[in-house]
Nanobody, 123 residues
Framework: QVQLVESGGGLVQAGGSLRLSCLASGRMFSRYAMAWFRQAPGKGREFVAASSASDGFTYYADSVKGRSTISRDNAKNTVWLQMNSLKPEDTAVYFC????????????????WGQGTQVTVSS
C-alpha cells in the first residue's frame, strides 16, 4: 500500500512559479511510475506529467511542456513538479499518483492518489 501526500500549492500571479511536492510512504517507491494530474473546476481530471520509476524518462502534456519539469528522488520517496510561467488556465487541484509499473503510458492505470493541492493563478 502506498500513501501519497502533496504539498506546495498556493496562490501565485500569472508568470510566477510553484514547486509541488509529493511524499510517498512505502518501500516500493522506486518501482512506481509517478505522475501529476490536475482537475479544474467543472472539468475532468487531466494528465500533466509523469516520470518512469528509475531511469529518468519523463512525459508531459502539451499544455505544460516547456514550462514544467517533473523530477523524483527515490531515496527520499519524493516526486516534484516545478511549474514556471504559470497561466490562469493552470488553476486546478493538482494530484500526485502512483502506478506499480516502471513506465508511464496513455493506458497506465494509477492505483494510488494523493488528496490534492490547490494551485490558483491570478491574472
Amino acid at each position: 500500500q502506498v500513501q501519497l501526500v502533496e504539498s506546495g500549492g498556493g496562490l501565485v500571479q500569472a508568470g510566477g512559479s510553484l514547486r509541488l511536492s509529493c511524499l510517498a510512504s512505502g518501500r516500493m517507491f522506486s518501482r512506481y511510475a509517478m505522475a501529476w494530474f490536475r482537475q479544474a473546476p467543472g472539468k475532468g481530471r487531466e494528465f500533466v506529467a509523469a516520470s518512469s520509476a528509475s531511469d529518468g524518462f519523463t512525459y508531459y502534456a502539451d499544455s505544460v511542456k516547456g514550462r514544467s519539469t517533473i523530477s523524483r528522488d527515490n531515496a527520499k520517496n519524493t516526486v516534484w513538479l516545478q511549474m514556471n510561467s504559470l497561466k490562469p488556465e493552470d488553476t486546478a487541484v493538482y494530484f500526485c499518483a502512483g502506478a506499480p509499473r516502471p513506465y508511464h503510458s496513455q493506458s497506465t492505470i494509477y492505483n494510488y492518489w494523493g488528496q490534492g493541492t490547490q494551485v490558483t493563478v491570478s491574472s
